[in-house]
């Protein structure tokens, strides 16, 4: 995004990195729980979603890791098997300073890098989701859980 040194890194909870930061992964990144948040209250984590990848960046210090990604990757042999790829890097960093809250979330909320996160739910309770001016899609219940706790703690609620 080339936000490195700009005022809207000065505003994220995280330092971006130099270079190309994307991570894109053929294998799934299983989004992990790493701290409690009102963000992620509530959600089944214990049958996490897998996205497809994410753009690296630090936490700065004065935020919290809410969420992180494990990167996976297949052995090879009659029976693969999936194993961790690397040490799970921040995902979801969020923080509240008194005055105001942000969050940085390092993926997508809908295609390329989405991967599973927007199915995520169970099958049979599942809506349609449709922002103005494009087509209906639609969303598993706990993405669209997810996304509207960050939205309500991001706007000073509670989640």
């Known amino acids: 995004g080339g936000y490195r040194r700009s005022v809207i890194e000065e505003l994220l909870p995280v330092r971006m990195i130099e270079g190309d930061d994307r991570v894109n992964w053929p294998y799934p990144c299983v989004v992990e729980t790493s701290a409690p948040h009102p963000i992620t209250a509530g959600l089944p984590f214990e049958t ?11 936490p700065d210090g004065k935020s919290t890791v809410v969420l992180r ?26 923080r509240d300073s ?5 969050a940085a979330l390092a993926t997508d909320a809908a295609p390329h890098w989405v991967g599973g996160l927007v199915d995520w739910g169970p099958a049979d ?3 349609c ?5 494009a087509e209906a899609i639609e969303v598993g219940r706990w993405y669209a859980t997810f996304f509207a706790q ?8 509670t989640g």
């Open 125 to 127: 309770d599942r809506f």
């Open 150 to 157: 960050m939205v309500r703690w991001a706007a000073g609620g």
């Open 98 to 102: 008194g005055t105001f809250r942000v």
């Open 129 to 133: 989701a449709q922002a103005p001016g």
């Open 48 to 58: 996490p979603p897998c996205i497809g990848g994410y753009n690296r960046f630090l």
């Open 69 to 94: 990604a494990a990167r996976y990757k297949t052995g090879s042999g009659e029976a693969p098997e999936l194993r961790r790829a690397a040490e799970p890097e921040p995902l979801l960093v969020v």
